[in-house]
């Protein structure tokens, strides 16, 4: 892998949307056709936190560089059959030189943890790190490559080993004690055209259970952007 290859990728986040998400984006530009450069205008059917999950992947690919135009491996991979052998040598060769942390593993034998901490290391924390090690993994089995049972089984559901009885009351427990609303993870962004990039910022949290301070800081950063964008739409 050539040095610049590898540090670019290294400042981009690790890819996070779902690997057939991923498909489709690369299936609409080989419908619609593949401009030069690649903005959020590209995906218009998608939401503006697919869009912005879209372009952060491309990135980390090496699909469009900084200033967001297309490279090469895209366009090859565009004039490919989706679902062909030549795609899938390509997405091979793309996870061989973006993912080389993880490639190292030997993921015939790799366990969980060990791949966890690989994609990890590219910037992945959280609940982002668990949807980065699953795209991973569904586009590695796609690509043909060889992984661990490790990698690929399915997390077991839990059970309660103490019988029907058991599992009786704790779905009684739970009826009374509903667990905690699911947390939310939402996106924002805005254009920032004078320094050609775009500011982006998101949230993991009940926005139900906002109240003082973190209320007021919230819901403050999300009104100052809403602001802007306004004022820049008029200009």
Request: charged share 25%.
């Given at each position: 892998?050539?040095?610049?290859?590898?540090?670019?990728?290294q400042k981009a986040v690790p890819v996070y949307l779902s690997f057939k998400t991923l498909q489709s984006a690369v299936q609409s530009l080989r419908t619609?056709?593949?401009?030069?450069?690649?903005?959020?205008?590209?995906?218009?059917?998608?939401?503006?936190?697919?869009?912005?999950?879209?372009?952060?992947?491309?990135?980390?690919?090496?699909?469009?560089?900084?200033?967001?135009?297309?490279?090469?491996?895209?366009?090859?991979?565009?004039?490919?059959?989706?679902?062909?052998?030549?795609?899938?040598?390509?997405?091979?060769?793309?996870?061989?030189?973006?993912?080389?942390?993880?490639?190292?593993?030997?993921?015939?034998?790799?366990?969980?943890?060990?791949?966890?901490?690989?994609?990890?290391?590219?910037?992945?924390?959280?609940?982002?790190?668990?949807?980065?090690?699953?795209?991973?993994?569904?586009?590695?089995?796609?690509?043909?490559?060889?992984?661990?049972?490790?990698?690929?089984?399915?997390?077991?559901?839990?059970?309660?080993?103490?019988?029907?009885?058991?599992?009786?009351?704790?779905?009684?427990?739970?009826?009374?004690?509903p667990p905690p609303p699911p947390l939310g993870h939402s996106i924002m962004t805005v254009e920032l055209p004078e320094v050609g990039g775009t500011l982006?910022?998101?949230?993991?949290?009940?926005?139900?259970?906002?109240?003082?301070?973190?209320?007021?800081?919230?819901?403050?950063?999300?009104?100052?952007?809403?602001?802007?964008?306004?004022?820049?739409?008029?200009?």
């Amino acid at each position: 892998m050539e040095n610049g290859k590898q540090n670019e990728s290294q400042k981009a986040v690790p890819v996070y949307l779902s690997f057939k998400t991923l498909q489709s984006a690369v299936q609409s530009l080989r419908t619609h056709g593949l401009p030069s450069v690649l903005d959020r205008t590209a995906f218009g059917s998608r939401s503006g936190g697919e869009q912005v999950q879209i372009l952060s992947a491309f990135k980390f690919l090496g699909f469009i560089d900084d200033a967001n135009r297309t490279q090469p491996i895209l366009k090859n991979l565009v004039l490919v059959t989706e679902g062909s052998a030549d795609e899938k040598a390509i997405l091979a060769a793309i996870l061989k030189d973006r993912y080389a942390n993880a490639i190292a593993l030997n993921l015939e034998a790799a366990t969980p943890a060990q791949l966890n901490k690989a994609i990890e290391d590219y910037g992945a924390g959280g609940s982002t790190r668990e949807r980065s090690v699953r795209f991973f993994v569904k586009a590695a089995e796609y690509s043909g490559m060889k992984l661990s049972p490790r990698l690929t089984a399915r997390k077991p559901r839990s059970s309660s080993p103490s019988g029907d009885g058991e599992n009786l009351r704790t779905r009684k427990n739970e009826h009374q004690n509903p667990p905690p609303p699911p947390l939310g993870h939402s996106i924002m962004t805005v254009e920032l055209p004078e320094v050609g990039g775009t500011l982006t910022v998101s949230g993991n949290f009940n926005p139900f259970g906002l109240v003082g301070d973190e209320r007021n800081l919230v819901f403050g950063i999300t009104d100052l952007i809403s602001e802007f964008k306004k004022k820049k739409e008029q200009v």
